[in-house]
């Protein structure tokens, strides 16, 4: 289950290879996340299920648990937006010796910014923006060769 809590969110923001060392820390990292933020929203087999099919489930408790560990790694802010800042100092610290793969993350997220342009219900908890960043993600990682 761990793993693909991990592919998950791996895949949400740096859906591309990168060194051993970093790629192994960032799971370290996520790992954390993903456990602290599961104590406040489990998920259900079925939800995992639909995260499989890069599908986002109309769930709240999965799309805030992407919130929480979106805000906690700095890819979200306080106000439940994007961070197109803290996700491109993410890419520079775990890509810092692939430049090209640098400058493809930076544009990736630079097309997803526009979904915080997106009315929202519930505000500064983000979790429908985090909801909204997932569907980015899958629908344009393609279109950045990322995958």
């Not at 999965?62 to 106000?79: D, S």
């Not at 923006?129 to 980015?136: E, G, M, T």
């Amino acid at each position: 289950m761990f793993h693909l809590y991990i592919s998950v969110f791996i895949y949400c923001v740096f859906s591309m290879s990168v060194k051993a060392s970093s790629l192994d820390e960032l799971k370290t990292k996520y790992v954390e996340l993903i456990l602290e933020c599961s104590n406040s929203y489990p998920i259900t087999g079925d939800d995992m299920s639909e995260l499989r099919q890069k599908t986002m489930p109309d769930s709240e408790p999965v799309k805030c648990l992407f919130a929480c560990v979106y805000k906690k790694a700095g890819m979200m802010n306080e106000h439940g937006q994007l961070s197109v800042q803290g996700v491109n100092e993410m890419t520079r610290k775990y890509l810092a010796d692939d430049p090209e793969k640098i400058k493809k993350s930076e544009e990736f997220t630079q097309a997803c910014e526009s979904v915080n342009d997106v009315e929202v219900s519930d505000g500064e908890r983000g979790c429908d923006r985090a909801a909204l960043i997932f569907k980015c993600t899958v629908e344009k990682s393609p279109d950045f060769d990322l995958l």
